[in-house]
């Protein structure tokens, strides 16, 4: 599938806009290639979320043989954590000297599958907000680009970041000019969801994508940690994003859901809400009747069951805190996709997300957190019976109350 970004531009009436929205999804739905190289386009809309290098990844390869996905958005890339315009994993590791992110392509590559890669996300400092304009940010992702021969990738636009008018200019007219300079590059722009819609800062991004003239094959909304109760809920914030879609392009409904697209949590949210199987069902069946044009969630790291079950009533980076079996729902985007997951997947144990809690009397070797503290990355602290790390600095932010994405790093029971 060709970008969408042509119904907007070049289109002289407004049947030749129908006729060629019909033809891109047709495209889509049956996965037509992005080009020789690469996957169908349905794909990469259907690609899940997975730290490669944090959160105990899980083999890839083991999903694509357990569930039939095909599609990986690897999560994130971001400005180093001292500073500059490069791209690095994390922020720790930069981009031009990696291979292990590299071998992970490769061997997804090598099983017919492929990557797109995601900038941005909650944490740590972006390139937006540290590079000078927006050619400097898009020649730093172009780094990322040429390194691993993208054929997709995903800005991740978010707090704090999209609360920065300056940086969300940068990343909206670098995603523009990497759309330009990439033909058939699969552009996706995510960002928070509200009931609403999206949020204030959400609709100044859309503003400014449509004041830079930049359309991507579609934003996306994250209908979690904003009060959402279950799959209800989700599919009425989509409904009502797909009239701010309108409202801000000036698009039919049917143009605004096929530039329109869901990004998920599976099992329990950062605030305490629980998305079950169920619950992605009924969005699947939702973004599919509506011919919306992406699925996925956060995150394959966390797509197992965990150990013990309930995860005493935390979430977690590496498992769901829902009863399931391994890669349930990276299933949900295989049907997105197009495809039928195998019915008799290979056997996976549920993975622990961390240490199982000792025994009474045992004790943190850590020193206890501290309110008035500073502490800056890889500094240990003990809370709540729980050992602490800090992934950079901060003051006053309370270990166990900033979800999987804050700065603290939940590294087990003590």
């Given amino acids: 599938m060709k970008p969408l970004r042509a119904l907007l531009c070049g289109v002289a009436s407004a049947a030749l806009a129908a006729a060629g929205l019909t033809a891109l999804v047709a495209g889509q739905a049956s996965g037509a290639p992005a080009d020789a190289a690469g996957l169908g386009s349905r794909w990469y809309a259907a690609a899940p979320y997975l730290m490669p290098l944090d959160n105990d990844p899980p083999s890839a390869t083991a999903i694509m043989d357990a569930t039939g996905l095909k599609a990986f958005q690897l999560a994130f890339v971001l400005a180093p954590n001292g500073g500059g315009c490069s791209p690095s994993w994390g922020g720790t590791a930069p981009v031009s000297s990696d291979t292990a992110v590299a071998a992970t392509i490769s061997a997804i590559r090598a099983r017919g599958g492929d990557v797109s890669v995601s900038v941005g996300g909650y944490g740590g400092t972006k390139l937006g907000q540290n590079c000078s304009d927006a050619a400097s940010t898009a020649a730093a992702y172009q780094q990322v680009i040429t390194k691993y021969q993208l054929k997709a990738i995903d800005f991740d636009l978010e707090e704090p970041e999209y609360e920065n008018t300056a940086a969300i200019s940068h990343e909206i007219g670098a995603a523009k000019i990497l759309q330009q300079n990439n033909p058939g590059l699969y552009v996706s722009v995510t960002t928070a969801g509200t009931a609403d819609g999206t949020g204030w800062f959400g609709k100044q991004m859309l503003n400014e994508a449509k004041t830079q003239g930049f359309v991507p094959d579609n934003f996306s909304i994250m209908p979690f940690d904003g009060g959402f109760s279950g799959a209800a809920a989700q599919t009425a914030a989509l409904t009502a994003f797909n009239s701010v879609l309108q409202s801000t392009f000036g698009w039919s409904a049917a143009t605004a859901y096929a ?60 498992c769901s805190s829902v009863p399931q079996a391994a890669w349930d729902f990276a299933k949900y985007s295989v049907r997105f996709a197009g495809a039928t997951p195998p019915n008799s997947p290979p056997p996976s144990s549920p993975t622990p997300s961390s240490p199982t809690p000792s025994a009474p009397g045992g004790t943190c070797a850590a020193a206890a957190w501290s309110s008035s503290a500073v502490y800056t990355q890889g500094n240990e602290v003990s809370h709540g019976g729980h050992q602490w790390k800090a992934k950079w600095w901060t003051q006053n932010e309370e270990p166990g109350t900033t979800g999987q994405w804050g700065v603290w790093q939940d590294e087990g029971a003590c």
């Fill in 259 to 318: 530039h329109e697209g869901f990004s998920g949590m599976n099992g329990r949210s950062d605030s305490g809400e629980y998305f079950s199987q169920s619950d992605f069902q009924t969005v699947l069946d939702y973004a599919t009747g509506h011919g919306m044009a992406r699925f996925t969630f956060w995150s394959l790291n966390r797509d197992r069951q965990c150990t013990p079950p309930d995860n005493n009533g935390r979430t977690s980076g590496t």
